[in-house]
């Protein structure tokens, strides 16, 4: 009873209505859903997948979340608000510390109270480091448990909608891995992987739900028993009844690839994409990335001749390599007559990246003048420990000892110091109009969410460090409706301008949604308004979140290192860190080595795997010091203030 006790501290609004459900997160073992191999994966109260969420806007939603797990575990609704009660978040060390085997987490996601309406998706969050710090073992089995399964559509249905249509139906994509995230990740980051290749999923899935419920197979098949009672791929169809308009609500819940999405003989009209209603845009391909979300209009047609395929095509430009057991063209059917055959149009020629910029919002909000702006590169390299990372500014991002939201909550007047949140933290003042700008230095797209907020696209170009306007174009103030959403995808060499206004207190995410990427540390965290944050949070912090912090032996105040000084870090985990010193002799003889010969090479890789790399204290010093150089210079930095 005492652990419900803060609920009633929240404000009488939150209890205008309340859809309460009780999670027992569980494995489920000899899932099969690709029908190529039965694996473990995690579920709920013992089914997989996940049941789908579907809340009306007028209501509050209030999940008793139980870890059944062997490991910690969270739950993040992705694309919520949460209302300065940012420690629901479910961001791992920076919303809390992960739920305890055999506990419960409360999660309380205020709806009725956000203004939101739309699709989104709920999934783990535990994205600990494999550099972690944390001397629990088990806290490093916890990472990209979404990967193994944890994760479900979550829609949001108001009142009144803007389109009028005749039914609604949930479109699932996604990647599928058959070896658990725990074996993948550990050959990722590895001295085995210095060039960074992710791992290819073995397959992957499209299935169907109609608000709280999936819908069942194609009668008349058999697929495999633990998923038997929801069609995947070509054992999942879509009822159509002539006549009838259908939203389609897309997701993509994958952990790597982008999908490219047709139906054969019926137009598509995007009216949605991340929670934010747009004009109707029409269109014959849909292309959408790790994380985002569209709905679509479709008219059905006026005849029942003909069933029709609908098709989901893996990005597979984003792959290392293709193996060849690997198929990444997903189909499965529109039905208007049992029996009747599928026409499958075929393959299109050409595959082209929906245009998120045209897209225009209903609800009309002009573009603001910014008042900071935090430039950031994406830069992936091989670092001096051998493995391949991913860096934001020159920082991997490795997640404070102390849950960031927690530093903010219990660091009193220095919670206003940056740098008591680590090197990848950017301190933002309330209400701050703040432009985000991400240049990525890498060849391949990279969809980037924030937490907590919205933004506006507001500039991209073609070409972030070109001096050709027609390819890095100025950005344009004053614009009167820029397209609102909270996961953008930037392609490789590429740049988007990103504006939203700094008014949710508390500690939030920003980073690569494709999971290999947040873990190989492409992030950094958001420390918004930490004294409105601390007075917003008076009296209804939950108790709970820091007795499971204790049970999990970490700590809960002070700084990123767990201090209660604003500026001693002493014990926070950095790096590991680009080779930065130039060749060394060793170096320049085991590339000489290579082009001699191809022996000689590979004793070279050998030995580097072994030895030959700057040591760590001159590694960490020399770079610490031209990132700072760097600032110094404001050549780019993680935050400029507006003149």
């Known amino acids: 009873m005492l652990a419900y006790l803060w609920l009633l501290a929240l404000?009488?609004?939150?209890?205008?209505?309340?859809?309460?459900?009780?999670?027992?997160?569980?494995?489920?073992?000899?899932?099969?859903?690709?029908?190529?191999?039965?694996?473990?994966?995690?579920?709920?109260?013992?089914?997989?997948?996940?049941?789908?969420?579907?809340?009306?806007?007028?209501?509050?939603?209030?999940?008793?979340?139980?870890?059944?797990?062997?490991?910690?575990?969270?739950?993040?609704?992705?694309?919520?608000?949460?209302?300065?009660?940012s420690w629901m978040d479910g961001a791992v060390q920076l919303s809390q510390c992960g739920v305890p085997p055999g506990q419960t987490f409360d999660y309380l996601v205020p709806i009725n109270s956000s203004g939101q309406y739309g699709t989104f998706w709920a999934h783990a969050h535990a994205n600990v480091s494999p550099l972690c710090h944390i001397a629990t073992p088990s806290l490093i089995s916890f990472q990209g448990q979404y990967v193994d399964g944890f994760r479900t559509p979550l829609l949001l249905h108001p009142s009144n909608e803007t389109y009028h249509y005749d039914e609604e139906l949930t479109i699932i994509l996604g990647d599928w891995y058959h070896q658990e995230h725990d074996e993948l990740i550990t050959s990722f980051i590895s001295l085995s992987n210095p060039g960074g290749a992710e791992p290819v999923p073995d397959s992957g899935l499209i299935y169907f739900a109609q608000n709280s419920s999936y819908l069942p197979p194609i009668s008349g098949t058999s697929p495999a028993p633990v998923t038997s009672a929801v069609g995947f791929n070509e054992n999942a169809t879509l009822p159509f009844v002539p006549g009838r308009t259908y939203r389609l609500r897309i997701i993509n819940t994958g952990a790597f690839s982008a999908f490219y999405f047709w139906i054969d003989g019926h137009q598509m009209r995007i009216i949605e994409a991340d929670g934010t209603d747009v004009q109707e845009y029409s269109t014959d391909l849909l292309s959408i990335s790790v994380a985002q979300r569209y709905s679509i209009l479709v008219d059905a047609r006026n005849d029942t001749s003909s069933n029709w395929m609908i098709h989901a095509n893996m990005d597979v430009a984003m792959f290392d390599h293709i193996p060849a057991a690997l198929q990444p063209n997903l189909t499965a059917s529109i039905t208007y007559a049992s029996g009747q055959n599928i026409t499958d149009l075929g393959p299109i020629q050409t595959y082209i990246t929906t245009n998120d910029t045209a897209l225009v919002p209903v609800e009309v909000i002009p573009q603001t003048v910014a008042s900071q702006t935090v430039e950031l590169e994406v830069v992936f390299d091989t670092m001096n420990d051998g493995t391949n990372r991913a860096m934001l500014n020159g920082y991997v991002y490795n997640p404070p000892i102390v849950p960031a939201i927690m530093s903010v909550l219990t660091l009193g007047d220095n919670a206003t110091v940056q740098e008591a949140y680590g090197p990848y933290s950017i301190m933002l003042n309330h209400l701050d109009i703040v432009d985000i700008v991400v240049n990525n230095s890498d060849k391949q797209p990279h969809p980037f969410h924030l937490h907590g907020h919205k933004f506006q696209i507001v500039?991209?170009?073609?070409?972030?460090?070109?001096?050709?306007?027609?390819?890095?174009?100025?950005?344009?103030?004053?614009?009167?409706?820029?397209?609102?959403?909270?996961?953008?995808?930037?392609?490789?060499?590429?740049?988007?301008?990103?504006?939203?206004?700094?008014?949710?207190?508390?500690?939030?995410?920003?980073?690569?949604?494709?999971?290999?990427?947040?873990?190989?540390g492409l992030a950094v965290q958001f420390i918004e308004a930490p004294i409105q944050a601390q007075e917003r949070a008076a009296g209804v912090f939950p108790s709970f979140l820091s007795e499971q912090c204790a049970a999990l032996g970490i700590p809960q105040s002070g700084n990123a290192a767990g201090h209660a000084s604003a500026t001693d870090l002493a014990g926070l985990p950095l790096g590991p860190w680009q080779q930065l010193l130039g060749w060394q002799p060793k170096g320049i003889l085991a590339m000489t080595g290579c082009v001699l010969t191809a022996v000689i090479g590979m004793l070279t890789v050998t030995w580097y795997t072994i030895g030959g790399k700057d040591s760590e204290e001159e590694i960490e010093q020399e770079v610490i010091r031209r990132l700072e150089a760097k600032r110094n210079r404001k050549r780019f930095g993680f935050l400029k203030r507006a003149s």
């Not at 473990?40 to 939603?61: A, E, F, K, Q, Y």
């Not at 460090?465 to 590429?494: C, F, H, K, W, Y």
Request: charged share 15%; glycine share 6%; proline share 9%.
């Open 11 to 85: 404000p009488t609004t939150t209890w205008a209505g309340v859809q309460e459900l009780w999670w027992n997160v569980t494995y489920v073992q000899d899932a099969n859903p690709d029908g190529l191999f039965a694996r473990r994966v995690i579920g709920i109260n013992n089914t997989w997948p996940p049941p789908p969420l579907s809340v009306n806007t007028s209501d509050s939603l209030l999940l008793h979340l139980t870890n059944s797990l062997d490991a910690p575990t969270t739950l993040h609704h992705h694309g919520m608000f949460f209302n300065s009660t």
């Open 459 to 520: 500039n991209r170009a073609d070409k972030y460090n070109s001096t050709d306007p027609t390819l890095n174009p100025p950005l344009i103030e004053g614009q009167a409706n820029p397209m609102r959403r909270d996961t953008v995808t930037i392609p490789g060499g590429a740049s988007a301008t990103l504006r939203v206004v700094a008014d949710n207190p508390g500690a939030w995410l920003f980073h690569c949604h494709i999971e290999w990427h947040l873990e190989s």
